[in-house]
């Protein structure tokens, strides 16, 4: 059945857009299906994916209706060398095949539903990765600056307290590609977790989301990161997860 949400306070959203939100596809995907007639919203076909269309509209895909999916939470050990993307033109391992993989084996049979990483880590890096179908919950917990990030960074040489304490209050980095403005960037804490005789290994924390903040903050100050290593994101903790595994949260 279709409602009418036009007297309320009901706010609209692209057609494409509430069906990912329902956890059906990615929005992508869901931008396709409309675009190729295979949509209809409160019984009419529909092809422009930014349609109209509110939470509790009646929304068919190929003749069967669309309903919120169950949210589901996961976490992931990602090992270092996989990349964050649904797949890759080079052919690499990507965080999703080794989801499915896992997924397979902790429910023989079961469909996998349709889940995406939370934000990202470089093939380079390695740690907790989050997962979800929950978009509002993914997008909330990657834009407010209260859920912070903690990361173990392996570096070569031992910065010293004073740039430890340069990379709290922030300095300008330079862009990653020429002709790009430079970025502040900062920590919200870096400290000396343990040291050796060559390299040492910090505890950084972060409340944003640049691109390779660390890796540029660090390489700015002269220092070579060896490994990087996400151990929390917000209050979930990697804790004894093994690498490539998943669980759910």
Known sequence: MAFNNRNNKAKAHG???VISKRGYCSRSQAE????EGHVILRGKPVRDPEAPAYEND???????????????YFAMNKPRGIVTTASD?????????????????MFPGKPMPHIAPVGRLDAASEGLLLFTNDTKWADNILTDASHLKIYRVQVKGKPSAAELSQMEKGFNVPP????????????????????????CWLEITLSE???REIR????????EVLRLMRIQFDK???EDLKPGKIKII
């Open 32 to 35: 396709k299906l409309v675009r």
């Open 236 to 238: 979930f903790k990697l």
């Open 209 to 211: 989301g640049k691109n």
């Open 58 to 72: 009646e929304i068919l895909v190929n003749g069967k209706p669309i309903t919120a999916s169950d949210f589901v």
């Open 176 to 199: 990653r590609v020429f002709g790009e403005k430079e970025e502040f960037m900062h920590a919200e804490r870096a400290v000396l977790h343990s040291d050796g005789e060559k390299n």
């Open 89 to 105: 033109e080079k052919g690499r391992k990507t965080v999703m095949d080794l989801f499915r993989e896992e997924y397979a084996k």
């Open 216 to 223: 540029r903050m660090l390489a700015h100050l002269g220092y």
């Open 15 to 17: 057609v494409a857009r």
